[in-house]
């Protein structure tokens, strides 16, 4: 679901720059830091030039800016969090069979994560393993921190899908 890139935007005291600068990335694992070079040190007014920089909104992702600051070296550094929309999905099996009164119910059962957007087409989760439902787990799993929305922003409906013994429903 993380993006190939984001998308930044300059701004001079409060109005974006035409044309935008290049921007330049280096990515190391989850630090993805930009470099832009060349801006004036004033503006039209022979003052000194206030950049801001704004990301801009990067589907199924909370995002906050620190206030820039200046490093050591003088130049502007500013820290842009994008934190994953995520949700729990908890599961739980539900057996009507008189508390196992005829000794019929199977120690465990194995359930599969599935997931659909806007009524397309269903898809197992692959990223997780199938787990095991059992009276040690009292028929209950929480699947936790998965995303809330694909890379287009779009909301995932989860379901599960169960592999039962022969001969149980």
Do not use: C
């Amino acid at each position: 679901i993380r993006p190939s890139e984001v998308k930044l935007a300059v701004f001079l005291d409060e109005d974006p720059l035409e044309p935008q600068p290049e921007i330049v990335w280096s990515r190391d694992g989850d630090q993805w830091v930009y470099q832009i070079e060349g801006l004036p040190k004033y503006n039209e007014a022979f003052e000194e030039a206030v950049y801001t920089v704004m990301e801009e909104e990067t589907p199924g992702y909370d995002q906050t800016a620190d206030h820039p600051v200046k490093d050591r070296d003088g130049n502007l550094v500013q820290n842009f969090t994008n934190t994953l929309k995520t949700v729990p999905f908890p599961v739980q099996k539900i057996w009507e069979d008189q508390e196992d009164a005829w000794g019929l119910r199977p120690d465990e059962v194995t359930i599969r994560l599935l997931r659909q957007v806007d009524g397309g087409e269903i898809e197992r989760v692959w990223e997780l393993p199938d787990m095991v439902l059992s009276a040690g787990t009292h028929w209950n799993y929480t699947y936790s921190l998965l995303p809330q929305t694909d890379s287009q922003g779009r909301i995932y409906t989860y379901r599960i899908q169960e592999d039962l013994p022969q001969g149980t429903q």
